[in-house]
């Protein structure tokens, strides 16, 4: 049956490493070798320490049958120390009386006969369950939740921290809080964020407790309660496993430049200047508006206007990382410093400039007016000298509907 020596049974014996996945199951012994075939449980009697040219004079192609006498009994005939070694393995060892040949079978199962998971048992090297095992893995749960949950527990999500590891980011800030750096224990525990999630999901399944701790701690405590095949078990082990991901989720929303957006604008009409400026989180919902006027007749200083007042406002609401848009290509590029600020507007640059500096994050881009539809319409909100903050529960119907529109990605058509 086999013309080569092969592996079997357990772990090999020649200190290889490797595990056997076959077994050879003994009648007449006729085709099974005698040292290198996997016919014993715990795998070939040839030890690496066997010279080859030692095997190949004397064993290389001894058979199993030489050491059966009568096809019934085991004996030893070759009187060498290896097989002495092995002995009462192989008085152990069943010789099977109705079949008619060796027969290979799959040693990882009691059966055996081959199965996936066995095979998988074997490739990931048979290391223990981790106790966190059930908690992620459960039937019905969602297999993107439980994956992300997976490489969370392994310590292996791609956080700031471990990037900034690796090399490719620099600032290993939390994007949720701005005010840690982001490991996976901070991030999905202890950032304030998270922790107010972790309180609201163990109130909702009944825990009125802080999850207070280490996020090891929390795991250990989550695996002895949120536990069991039933069906509040998976329910809460889903809450468990929802929330990890959607916290990774919400992170990566906030890492993939869907940060807070300052929509500015500037306008004149007939020597009266309008500013507007609309403050949005990630999600394109509204933190502020505003629109003012003044006596100013310089569309750009009006522009500039609009972009000081839109940081001015950014602060209040403590956002920490905001990209300001404006229409005003020359605006931006006075901003940036690739164009020369006229002396009646530096002021105005310099301020936007000192308020730039105060967020951790502050960039400028140029947007297109037909997508600049609320910050124009607040520009162009009064016609006197004033400043507008909008009650965000009471905003005009029309710019409602801009937002709205703007959150969806319309595009407006130029008029
Ligand atoms: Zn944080």
Known sequence: MHSTPSTGGDKDPSGSGSPHCTRTLIHPGKETLLWYDPWLINGPIAQSGLLIAD???????????????????????????????????????????????????????????????????????????????????????????????????????????????????????????????????????????????????????????????????????????FNGGSL??????????????????????????????????GSVKGGFGGYGAIGRNYRGEPVFALAGGIQESDVVCMELHAIRSGLQRARVFNLSQVQVRSDSQVAIQMVVGTYKVPCGVLWLVEEICELRDSFRSCTFIHHVREINCCADYLAGYTSVAQIIHFDLHNLPLILSEMIQNDAKGKVYSRM
């Open 232 to 265: 509040l078990g998976s329910v809460r082990k889903f809450s468990f496993i929802s929330s990890v991901y959607r916290l990774w989720q919400e992170r990566n929303a906030r890492a993939h430049l869907k940060r807070p957006t300052i929509n500015c604008d």
């Open 55 to 225: 095997a190949l004079g004397r064993h290389a192609f001894e058979r199993v049958e030489h050491i059966l006498l009568d096809g019934q009994r085991w004996v030893n005939r070759t009187h060498d120390p290896a097989l002495d070694d092995r002995w009462e393995e192989i008085q152990a060892t069943k010789i099977h009386s109705r079949i008619q040949e060796d027969l290979v079978v799959w040693a990882p199962t009691s059966s055996g006969k081959f199965s996936l998971k066995s095979a998988w048992d074997v490739v990931r090297g048979g290391c223990e369950r981790k106790e966190w095992y059930n908690l992620v893995w459960f039937p019905h749960s969602q297999p993107r939740f439980s994956f992300v949950c997976w490489v969370a527990l392994w310590g292996r999500l791609p956080t700031r921290s471990l990037l900034a590891r690796w090399g490719t980011v620099i600032d290993p800030t939390c994007y949720l809080c701005g005010n840690a750096v982001e490991t996976t224990d901070h991030l999905l525990f202890e950032c304030d964020f998270s922790s107010a999630v972790w309180r609201e999901v163990l109130s909702l399944n009944g825990f009125n407790r802080n999850p207070l701790g280490t996020w090891k701690d929390v795991v250990e405590w989550l695996v002895s309660h």
